[in-house]
């Protein structure tokens, strides 16, 4: 299984620990200087967030391609606000423009009504995810679609679709999708590449890896598997939980100076009062502990409420690779990871982890193969 490393890029400097940074949403500078880590680290690809009030995510995304010559990106997207056909013509279009190969898109059904709302968006959850995978067969067959074609489904209806603009290498557009409910689970197997998980301890990973290879496996299809954590690295074990302990008082020290009106945490809270199984999910393990697996911490988690990848292996260097390449054995092939630190842990990552988990991922090949 060939492993892939993703990391996460913003336009604003900042994070639970850190707060944001005063000055503008949108900071290319900053940018130009998150995407060009990522790559001297020697990242795979970077998602590109979404939200209802973030910056707009192709945007960033052709902007990270430019100022890079080889990181990918994972441009997050929500169903049901613009026609697949377009946006299939908006990914093909980008991928010829960056060198082929580097564009992939990642469907977020939408876990804050609140969010939604936010873009006009009042259709229920189920529904939601029914749209999504419906979004997903219109785009994947615009893409590849030598002929126009008709299509009447639940929510969308064409006559003579077609797009001139294909993808620039036979690999095509890798989809990703996210979601843990019953809705998304089979949403995910019948129509994803990827399916992208948050960072639950292993046993409930192997236990969600199961159901949804065994969905995929009924429709005859095949799907790959994300995880997304936060690492804590130090060169010890003591000083990496020291500084989760210290990145834990940064945070409730942040939390505390924005309130609910202002700053990082107001508009986050009020803008995420979440239905998502995935990040309620993660809320029901930090309840039962703190620590699970020796050294997956839940301690942002539980802080911040169900507000997605917030988990963290904290440790050596070598203990983060080897709790993350536990997972590698269960099924998973991308880790996507972010710091709380965000340039700095990059960097430092790139000298020391990544490379662990390649050559982690390497061995277990060859013993394979063997």
């Known amino acids: 299984m060939t492993l892939e490393v993703l990391g996460m890029v913003g336009t604003k400097e900042g994070s639970e620990s850190l707060g944001w940074r005063p000055g503008p949403v949108v900071d290319p500078v900053y940018l130009r200087r998150f995407a060009q880590a990522h790559e001297l680290a ?5 998602l590109i967030g979404y939200s209802a009030s973030s910056p707009d995510g192709f945007a960033i995304a052709a902007s990270v391609l430019h100022q890079t010559e080889r990181l990918k990106v994972l441009i997050a997207h929500r169903p049901g606000f613009v026609q697949p056909t ?33 873009d006009g968006d009042f259709v229920e959850k189920d529904a939601r995810y029914r749209r999504t995978g419906e979004f997903i067969e219109v785009l994947r067959r615009t893409l590849t679609s030598a002929e126009p074609f008709d299509h ?24 990703f999708f996210g979601g843990q409910s019953d809705a998304a689970v089979e949403t995910g197997a019948r129509h994803t590449d990827v399916y992208m998980l948050f960072g639950e301890p292993l046993a409930a990973t192997a236990e969600r890896i199961a159901l949804i290879r065994a969905r995929a496996a009924e429709l005859g299809r095949t799907v790959e ?49 979440r239905n998502a199984v995935s990040s309620n999910r993660l809320q029901q393990h930090a309840e039962i502990s703190d620590v699970h697996d020796e050294r997956l911490w839940f301690g942002i988690t539980k802080l911040f409420g169900p507000a997605g990848n917030s988990t963290a292996p904290v440790g050596t260097p070598e203990q983060v690779a080897q709790a993350l390449l536990k997972y590698y054995d269960l099924g998973v092939t991308k880790f996507l990871i972010r710091g709380f630190d965000p340039v ?27």
Request: hydrophobic share 35%; net charge neutral.
């Open 152 to 175: 009447e489904g639940e929510f969308y209806r064409y006559t003579g679709a077609f797009s001139t603009v294909k993808p620039a290498t036979p690999a095509g557009i890798p989809v």
């Open 225 to 273: 598997f994300s995880l997304s954590t936060r690492p804590i690295v130090a060169d010890t074990e003591e000083s990496a939980w020291a500084k989760a302990r210290q990145i834990y008082a940064d945070a409730v020290e942040v939390k505390e100076k924005a309130g609910t009106d202002d700053g990082w945490w107001g508009p986050r809270r009020r803008g995420t009062e």
């Open 86 to 118: 377009l946006v299939a013509r908006k990914l093909a279009t980008l991928d010829h423009l960056t060198g082929g190969g580097r564009v992939a898109i990642h469907h977020i059904t939408g876990g804050s009504e609140q969010d939604q709302q936010r």
């Open 344 to 370: 700095t842990d990059v960097l430092r990552w790139g000298e020391d982890l990544l490379p662990l988990l390649r050559s982690g991922a390497a061995s277990r090949a060859e013993t394979a193969a063997a």
């Open 42 to 46: 020697g990242f795979d690809r970077v």
